[in-house]
């Protein structure tokens, strides 16, 4: 007892005098004059990197945070492998691992060695600049920490000081060099159009594996995201983990290379594929943000520091904070046969259950019957709106809805008038066919005209309509990404120059209309990294709303992005795989995220209905938690014939657990679930939605919960239950 006491103070005193150490006088990122060291300490990490004997930027730590700039070595020594470990590498001496930057001069000369020149340090930022050896052409390094959560973002300018142009063949954003070492383990998450967010795990080896979008636009195929852990490690919640996410929503690219002699760096930006960004004299081109961070805490806790960095320092504000609305959305239910009554008489069965936005989808404009016509033309169909959308807006809002519309603003069917008056603004070859996807081609949002007009027409229709909400879909991947109107040298910067103008007209329309929200959605979630998520509310996260594939989906989404933003919908039966699952095991796999409605309401019975008002009224009950809380992964979707979900709300007042049993088999039960992250010694009331909890107590203390478990009567095929704990002591 005396022992522990002792042990107890000491660590007190430990923790007491390194905190005193930081109050006095360390800044969280601060230059050693005296070893050339740049030390960022970011809430429980640390990052340190310094200038080595040839005045190169060398990494030298990230991990866990240090507290004693004693123990940091007194200078920073470039070996051979020393190469591997540069901050910021260009293309140039003997580096055979992925470059930083590497540039064509008009000399062909193609060498760039970047050496350290100055920094500037400011609050919570550090710059660095580095220089070519040889010319003026710049890189300056911007690193920005996030205490709160430990996350560490860089991005990079490249300055050409030069008097001619530079072609830019590779811009990254970030190196970033892990701890050397053997056994690591890379996760990612890859797909498919209505298979996104599948999480894959490989082994680290000597090599490459590239992560990309080829595809001008983020992808279903791969998302900007990464995690590598150590050992084999199982556990959810212990364990090293480095992670990051890069926000750049056209082609990127993230390579995760393994050098014979172990280290593992992580390079990542701009996609080097068919890149070349001529960058004239004087001017200058800047990386996406690359986020990443450190955690001890496992696959759940990097998820968890992810969904809070996002909450707290992504998604636009006011909005982040608060709960996001049950919303309704047509699509599903009537595809393009939208008309003023038929959506009232939608209106009406969504009020009555407990939605409070009402979206209205795909085909309210131009000529838009099917997807071979119309899109292009914003104009409101005369035949289905006959006066315009404003009753239909009104009868939404007598509702007590708000009202929202969805929007496609950078694609074009040939059959439309727009394609008819300005064929040349499509992207194109000349002389070469245009390959179509969707019987749509994409606008050259590159070119500054287009840009111009989409944002005239989105201004106009926000203006003309009471529209609280947008709903911003992207329907097909680039092809033949020519712009002709420019000369050949400058047509590959269509490949920055589209997204950065996407990204301007939503900013415009945000700053225009700060109350508006906005979806983002890619033929379900192949748009969502975290520059988009600067700019949009929520995420569409998949058009496959089947609830068992829903499960791995959102499962794989919760590892990148906060439930915050994840849309479910809560759809009919039979559904893909042509499978039926029962409407509350619907209900509550929507409800893991931000709650919708996209079934045909008219077909409901009444049952339905009623259950579908109690579930909605339940889920506002909880979906602050599951909205803003912290996400623990009980049991994976992908490991059992059955799953579990908790959140925990930030303030630790609420907890809310769903379970689903697939399948069952062999007549087994389920185990107890063991929950997370509640107190101890915290009392806790059960709230149920069934008879499933076999505990029938009222109040139970946090120990028991996490200790010993609840148990769930859950059988058959598609069961489900969840509750919900009400946190009443201390
Ligand atoms: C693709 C989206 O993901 C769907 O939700 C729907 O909006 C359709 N486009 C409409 O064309």
Not at 37 to 53: A, R
Request: proline content about 5%; aromatic content about 12%.
């Amino acid at each position: 007892m005396a022992t522990y006491a002792v042990k107890k103070w000491v660590y007190s005193l430990t923790i007491f005098v390194t905190t005193a150490t930081v109050a006095l006088g360390q800044q969280p990122i601060r230059y050693l004059e005296a070893k050339k060291l740049f030390v960022l300490d970011i809430g429980k990490v640390s990052y340190v990197f310094g200038i080595n004997q040839h005045n190169e930027l060398q990494h030298h730590y990230w991990g866990g945070r240090l507290w004693r700039d004693e123990d940091l070595p007194a200078t920073l020594v470039s070996d051979a492998p020393g190469l591997d470990r540069q901050e910021y590498p260009g293309w140039g001496e003997s580096l055979f691992s992925e470059p930083s930057l590497k540039v064509s001069f008009p000399d062909g000369n193609r060498a760039v060695v970047l050496h350290y020149v100055s920094h500037a340090i400011a609050g919570d930022t550090l710059t660095i600049t580095l220089k070519d050896i040889l010319s003026p052409l710049y890189a300056h390094l911007h690193y920005k920490i996030f205490p709160e959560t430990g996350i560490l973002r860089r991005d990079v300018t490249i300055e050409n000081r030069t008097d001619t142009p530079v072609v830019i063949e590779s811009a990254q954003s970030a190196a970033w060099s892990l701890p050397r070492g053997p056994g690591y383990r890379l996760r990612y998450l890859s797909g498919r159009w209505a298979g996104e967010w599948q999480l894959h795990e490989e082994p680290v080896q000597t090599g490459t594996q590239v992560l990309e979008s080829r595809r001008g636009i983020t992808s279903h195929q791969m998302n900007p995201w990464f995690a590598l852990d150590r050992d084999d490690n199982r556990d959810q919640e212990k364990g090293d983990v480095w992670f990051g996410a890069l926000g750049w929503s056209g082609n990127w690219k993230i390579s995760v290379e393994q050098t014979p002699d172990l280290q593992v760096r992580v390079t990542g930006g701009y996609n080097t594929f068919d890149f070349a960004y001529r960058l004239p004299a004087k001017q200058s081109l800047t990386t996406p943000p690359f986020y990443a961070g450190y955690t001890e805490g496992g696959m759940g806790e990097a998820s968890r520091i992810l969904h809070r960095f996002e909450r707290t320092e992504i998604l636009p504000k006011p909005g982040a904070d608060k709960v996001r609305q049950v919303l309704y959305n047509s699509w599903e239910a009537t595809q393009f046969n939208v008309e003023e009554a038929g959506q009232e008489a939608l209106a009406d069965k969504a009020a009555s259950i407990g939605a409070e936005r009402f979206v209205m989808d795909d085909g309210w404009f131009g000529k838009r019957n099917n997807d071979h016509t119309g899109l292009g033309d914003w104009y409101v169909n005369p035949a289905k709106f006959p006066h315009g959308l404003k009753p239909l807006i009104d009868h939404v809002h007598r509702l007590g809805m708000d009202f929202g519309l969805w929007v496609e603003p950078e694609m074009v069917n040939p059959d439309s008038d727009l394609y008819r008056q300005h064929p040349d603004w499509a992207m194109h070859y000349d002389g070469r066919p245009r390959t179509e996807s969707r019987n749509q081609l994409v606008l050259n949002m590159a070119r500054d005209d287009v840009k111009e007009y989409t944002y005239q027409w989105l201004d106009q229709l926000v203006k003309n309509n009471d529209i609280a909400f947008l709903k911003w879909d992207n329907n097909r991947y680039f092809t033949e990404p020519g712009w002709p109107e420019v000369p050949a040298e400058n047509q590959r910067m269509l490949w920055v120059k589209y997204t950065q103008n996407v990204y301007e007209i939503l900013d415009r329309l945000r700053a225009r209309y700060p109350k508006l929200e906005i979806e983002t959605c890619a033929s379900g979630g192949g748009r969502v990294d975290l520059s988009i998520l600067r700019r949009v509310d929520q995420a569409w996260t998949s058009d496959n709303t089947e609830a068992l594939d829903r499960l791995t989906i959102q499962d794989g989404f919760s590892y990148a992005y906060t439930p915050h933003v994840m849309m479910d919908w809560v759809t009919d039966v039979p559904n893909f795989n042509g499978r039926s699952v029962p409407l509350k095991f619907r209900f509550l796999v929507a409800m893991q995220g931000s709650l919708g409605i996209g079934a045909d309401l008219n077909k409901w019975q009444d049952q339905d209905l009623t259950l579908a008002k109690e579930m909605i009224a339940y889920y506002k009950q909880v979906r602050n938690a599951v909205q803003n809380g912290l996400l623990y992964r009980l049991a994976s979707p992908r490991q059992a014939d059955w799953s579990a979900t908790e959140y925990v709300a930030e303030d630790g007042s609420q907890a809310v657990v769903y379970s689903f049993l697939h399948s069952q088999h062999f007549g087994r039960s389920l185990p107890l679930l063991r929950l997370l992250g509640l107190e101890e010694r915290g009392l806790y009331r059960i709230h149920r939605i069934d008879a499933k909890v076999a505990d029938k107590s009222e109040v139970v203390s946090g120990a028991y919960l996490m200790h010993e478990g609840v148990g769930l009567s859950l059988e058959g095929d598609y069961d489900s239950t969840s509750f919900f704990l009400e946190r009443i002591q201390p």
